[in-house]
């Protein structure tokens, strides 16, 4: 079965930096799509960054343009996300997603990390 694993979440001061990631596995990752959402409380689920099957095209909210990095490593089912300078703002439950091939909605997620930016 489908199963999508972060890690990396914690507690960071303003203006730090924090790399989560999300391990991969029960299917073909490098045929996917993949992104990244967070959602703080009280407060919708919204879209970070996405990254193409390959690895070559990146896409990011405005919000985190500049500062996320999102990447990945198919021989290691991996994906990433590189946050630096960090803002309070920030703060919120960190999913992982696989897209689906046939829309652009998100079939899959992992359990979310948690990333706290202090202030």
């Known amino acids: 079965q489908v199963q999508l694993v972060e890690s990396g979440g914690g507690l960071v001061q303003a203006g730090g930096s924090l790399r989560l990631s999300c391990a991969a596995s029960?299917?073909?990752?490098?045929?996917?799509?993949m992104g990244w959402f967070r959602q703080a409380p009280g407060k919708e689920r919204d879209f970070v960054a996405r990254?193409?099957?390959?690895?070559?095209?990146?896409y990011y909210a405005d919000s985190v343009k500049g500062r996320f990095t999102i990447s990945r490593d198919n021989a290691k089912n991996t994906v990433y996300l590189q946050m630096n300078s960090l803002k309070p703002e920030d703060t919120a439950v960190y999913y992982c997603?696989?897209?689906?091939?046939?829309?652009?909605?998100?079939?899959?997620w992992g359990q979310g990390t948690q990333v706290t930016v202090s202030s």
């Open positions: 997603g696989r897209r689906n091939s046939y829309n652009a909605d998100y079939g899959a």
């Open positions: 029960g299917f073909p990752f490098s045929n996917y799509n």
């Open positions: 990254i193409s099957s390959s690895g070559l095209s990146t």
